[in-house]
């Protein structure tokens, strides 16, 4: 025991000595070295010499680096190349992936469109489609930015599909491919009213738009509305791009640096002014956050929907060697008449449209409902039906022949037996309604209210 205590008094003297060791090379600071700097080299070479396992010195300075670049924002980071080759492919608006654009409904992933001529549209994925598993993994429920990673991947590999479609549910694998994804859909609505969606600022989506709005103003577009909804931006020369083809002149968005030193940017493409509406959300940022202000500032636009994601910030992308990079913030940027773009509130719309509520949760099936059955299962069947419009009187959890009279128009509408008895098809054709029902665009219904209400 007394050999045992020795031998542990004698560790912690030996630790406090190498504690104590004087730092040779690099980490003696000179005199006009920074001091942090010097504090910096010392614990790297106390590391190197003293950890008790081997390290890699590149690692040390890969994480010391992340780790001061975590100290500033959520944006300014460091790639390895890897990453950085990621981060260009998505900026080129290209990935390995099926072809879908996904949305959450309440607990389900819906696919909200198929883009063309991708695997997801030839292996026979439906848009409207749930997802209910990637690969055997349950969805319901999931984030979207959780179940996005398990359909993308790498080209050439498959991902099988769990999904529901009308009454049905099937399994569909999908060979991935290279994606490239557009960065606009363009639609007329009718009455010289126009659509524009863009998904994202990746290379070319300025002029992209521009082409779209220059084709549209030919074909008589009498008012635009444009979705920015959920566009992450991308680079700011789009964004500026994308202003020109509305604002034939004046300031687009003030650039501001450290030193408070102010770069305007202007239009001069010398376009006529034309009404137009935007649709923006809380996933409204960067770029898309400068064309909307530039818009509401020059008084061309309103801004309907919810409040903007608020990233008025403008990171400069700075290469390294060996394909390693770094995004660091630079600057900020504010609207043509001086407003910040704060985190957490962004632009303010004039017309605010909250997203509707989300749907209830689905019914579970547990006994077939009929006449005289009383319970829960019961009032959340009637409180659905009740929502689509159909007369079930007050819903009260009591199943009786207003409830069955109901269920009988329903079945008929989804083609289903007309028993009048809440099987389990009818219970599970009455969740997915009730999904479809949450899907309705009520932001783009008022958008084109608002709209109209300008060109009369």
């Known amino acids: 025991m007394e050999r045992k205590w020795q031998r542990y008094v004698a560790a912690v003297l030996m630790i406090a000595v190498l504690v104590a060791l004087p730092m040779q090379g690099p980490a003696q600071a000179e005199d006009n070295q920074d001091p942090a700097l010097g504090r910096f080299l010392t614990v790297y070479e106390l590391v ?35 990453e950085f080759q990621d981060f260009n492919d998505q900026l080129e608006g290209k990935f390995g992936g099926i072809g879908i654009r996904p949305d959450k409904v309440g607990d389900y992933i819906v696919v ?20 209910l598993s990637v690969d055997g993994k349950n969805v319901v429920g999931l984030e979207l930015a959780d179940v996005l990673p398990l359909i993308r991947g790498e080209p050439g590999t498959p991902v099988k599909l769990t999904l529901q479609r009308d009454k049905q549910t099937l399994d569909v694998t999908v060979v991935r491919g290279e994606i490239r994804e557009e960065s606009i859909k363009a639609q007329p609505m009718g009455d010289g009213i ?11 989506a300025g002029k992209n738009l521009a082409a779209v709005v220059g084709v549209q103003r030919s074909q ?24 020109e083809a509305f604002i034939g002149s004046g300031p687009v968005v003030r ?5 408070g030193t102010q770069d305007v940017i202007e239009s001069s493409s010398g376009v006529k002014p034309i009404p137009v509406v935007i649709l923006v959300d809380g996933g409204t940022a960067s770029a898309a956050e400068v064309l909307a202000g530039a818009l509401q500032d020059s008084g061309m636009a309103t801004l309907v929907g919810t409040h903007t994601f608020g990233k008025g ?20 940027y504010q609207t043509p008449k001086g407003r910040d773009i704060l985190p957490e509130k962004g632009l303010t719309p004039e017309v605010a449209v909250d997203l509707p509520s ?37 819903p009260d959890g009591v199943y009786g022949g207003q ?15 007309a028993t009048g008895v809440a099987d389990e098809a009818t219970v599970k054709a009455v969740n997915q309604a009730t999904v479809a029902e949450h899907i309705k665009d009520v932001q783009l219904d008022k958008a084109l209210e608002v709209l109209k209400s300008k060109l009369q």
């Open 255 to 259: 650039l501001l640096d450290r030193k």
């Open 313 to 332: 910030l403008v990171q400069t992308i700075v290469p390294l060697d060996n394909g390693i990079a770094v995004k660091l913030t630079t600057m900020k």
């Open 220 to 243: 008589g577009a009498r008012g635009i509305i444009l979705d920015l909804r959920g566009n992450p931006g991308g680079y700011l020369g789009e964004a500026v791009t994308a202003a």
């Open 358 to 394: 989300l749907p209830p949760a689905p019914i579970v099936y547990k006994r077939p409902l009929k006449s005289g059955l009383v319970g829960l299962d019961v009032l959340a069947l009637q409180q659905r039906l009740a929502g689509f419009g159909y007369k079930v009187g007050e």
């Open 403 to 417: 409830t069955a009279a109901a269920v009988r128009t329903f079945q008929k509408a989804w083609s289903l037996p």
């Open 48 to 82: 190197k010499q003293y950890y008790v396992m081997d390290v890699d010195p590149a690692k040390l300075m890969t994480g010391a680096i992340r780790g001061m670049l975590a100290t500033l924002d959520p944006w300014s980071v460091y790639f390895d190349p890897r």
């Open 112 to 131: 909200a469109e198929v883009l063309p001529g991708n695997p997801a549209e030839a292996a026979g994925v439906k848009q409207g489609d749930l997802i």
């Open 194 to 204: 126009f659509y524009d969606q863009l998904y994202n600022f990746n290379q070319d």
